[in-house]
């Protein structure tokens, strides 16, 4: 019997050392698990994977190799508080956004045949580039693996990606000159004076600001004549100060353009503070202007109500255009202005309403042709003083839908629910879509809003998105996770035990908001009573 024993442990011993030699594979010394990077729109943003067998590789090629990984599994990966809800199920992005900077598949390959340069430890970028659409939160997880032995890496490498936008935030005491990147001379300088212009912005004015003091957003201004001396006649060049602006006065809530020449001209008193704005303005070549704010014409908010949203075109005339002698015109940005400013651009000629319309609603400015634009989130202006970047969603952006607090309410609508995402701004029409419904939304912060469902004809589940301007909604396949909410019709057994009650398939029971009525179809069962419970114990 000893030696049986003996015999048996030997055996165990040998496999043991079987064991331990069989290669397996591992993530790299230094590979980052259960991170956030961040990513913006147009910028590559890279994930680093490196992994290896676990014995000594001079000996044997080992084809090692990473790829995406696509399923989570509950309470084993993703998981933190990183990734809690919403943020605990793998979504990728589109595959249009992103690539590997080596062919998955290509190192095994080089194992299978023969050759002698197979790379152990092996790794691979995931390269990621957002694009429109794609503005998003995303959960990527990976593993190493080796076909030959079909061996996979325990742990999965996995890091939640942030899609953010940057603005430029001013506290009434900053005054920033706009300038380009690598250049010193006057944006004034790219205007020529004979020819129309054009510029425009995203502000969100704050209601923190000063109710008595006028806020500049842009201004084109001169500082020629300022300190020199008379000429042979006593006269003293001193141009026009305000060659042309944009801005926005608190107290009655109006946008305003303004020069030395001609004077002001008022946009409706209709534009609230703490709400995003897109305004722009147009000199053409005879000196015809407009002011334009947030539209161009009435158009609804939607399609079941009759509110509009709120426009300005306001006309002028002026003969007033940039000081581009020298350097003594400039543009200067944000005087006493409380708020945030994005996207803002000049162009050295005249728009029509139509084209300040598309940019009202555009996103990506790469080919407009502006001659000086800044996106604050790759370059800022700022000589001289200026503001600091902010992460901040703006109405242009495409939000995404990633979750619900309630995913599950009753056919009859009227379930207030919040809605949880990514990039969503404080616009002045922001929406929520039940599978093809609009309703109106309330942002709370940039990743929840605040909906109302509808109502449904039937019980069925319909897909959930959402839009920043009320236009654009997320795009499913872009944030590569569609949320479905389920209209259900409400039924409920109750066995008549204890004090009765009971919430119903978890519907919304938002009841306190609101007045409610109740009523129910009830069908009784007949039979002998329930029995009693069980004494305690």
């Known amino acids: 019997m000893a030696r049986l024993l003996l015999l048996a442990a030997a055996c165990v011993l040998m496999v043991a050392m079987v064991n331990a030699q069989v290669p397996a594979v591992t993530w790299c010394s230094g590979q980052l698990f259960d991170r956030s990077i961040t990513a913006s729109l147009n910028q590559e943003s890279v994930i680093v994977l490196c992994v290896q067998m676990s014995i000594n590789t001079t000996t044997t090629n080992f084809g090692v190799e990473v790829r995406e990984v696509y399923d989570e599994v509950a309470d084993v990966y993703p998981t933190g508080i990183l990734f809690a809800y919403p943020y605990d199920e793998i979504n990728f992005p589109a595959v249009a956004d992103t690539r590997w900077e080596k062919t998955p598949g290509a190192n095994y390959a080089l194992e299978t045949s023969g050759a002698t340069t197979v790379a152990d430890p092996y790794t691979n970028n995931w390269y990621f580039k957002p694009s429109v659409g794609s503005e998003c939160a995303y959960t990527v997880c990976y593993e190493g693996y080796h076909n030959g032995t079909n061996q996979v890496?325990?742990?999965?490498?996995?890091?939640?990606?942030?899609?953010?936008?940057?603005?430029?935030?001013?506290?009434g005491a900053d005054l920033a000159e706009g300038v380009l990147s690598g250049r010193t001379e006057?944006?004034?300088t790219l205007i020529k004076p004979q020819d129309g212009f054009f510029m425009s912005t995203w502000v969100y004015p704050s209601c923190d600001a000063p109710a008595d003091v006028n806020m500049t957003i842009m201004s084109f201004e001169s500082d020629r004549g300022e300190g020199a001396a008379p000429d042979q006649f006593g006269r003293i060049d001193e141009g026009l100060k305000i060659r042309n602006s944009i801005n926005y006065q608190p107290s009655t809530g109006s946008f305003f353009y303004f020069d030395c020449?001609?004077?002001?001209?008022?946009?409706?008193p209709e534009y609230c503070c703490n709400k995003w704005h897109f305004v722009g303005v147009s000199v053409q070549e005879d000196g015809t202007g407009h002011l334009f704010v947030d539209g161009i014409a009435p158009k609804l908010m939607s399609e079941k109500e009759r509110d509009v949203i709120k426009y300005s075109v306001v006309e002028f005339n002026t003969e007033s255009r940039p000081d581009n002698t020298g350097n003594a015109g400039k543009l200067r940005i944000a005087a006493n202005f409380t708020g945030y400013l994005d996207d803002m651009g000049v162009w050295d000629r005249s728009m029509t309403?139509?084209?300040?319309?598309k940019f009202h609603y555009m996103r990506d400015y790469t080919s407009s042709e502006a001659v000086a634009f800044w996106d604050m989130t790759t370059d800022q202006p700022g000589v001289g003083g200026g503001g600091e970047t902010k992460q901040v969603a703006i109405p242009s952006i495409i939000p995404c839908v990633l979750g619900m607090e309630h995913n599950v309410g009753p056919v009859d609508g009227a379930c207030v629910t919040e809605v949880y995402g990514w990039n969503f701004a404080d616009a002045v029409n922001p929406k929520c879509n039940f599978g093809g419904v609009e309703m109106k939304a309330a942002m709370i912060s940039y990743d929840t809003l605040k909906c109302e469902t509808p109502g449904h004809v039937s019980p069925r589940f319909v897909d959930v998105t959402a839009s920043n301007d009320g236009f654009a909604f997320t795009n499913i396949e872009q944030s590569g996770k569609p949320v479905k909410h389920l209209f259900l019709e409400s039924s409920l057994y109750l066995t008549g035990e204890g004090n009765g009650g009971a919430e119903a398939d978890s519907v919304c029971n938002d009841l306190p908001t609101k007045a409610v009525s109740f009523g129910a179809w009830v069908c009784p069962k007949c039979g002998p009573p329930v029995p009693p419970p069980p004494p305690s114990p």
């Open 353 to 357: 309403a139509e084209e300040f319309e």
């Open 261 to 268: 020449f001609m004077g002001e001209a008022m946009s409706k």
């Open 186 to 188: 006057s944006i004034s």
């Open 153 to 171: 890496t325990e742990k999965k490498v996995c890091t939640k990606i942030e899609v953010i936008n940057l603005v430029l935030s001013f506290d």
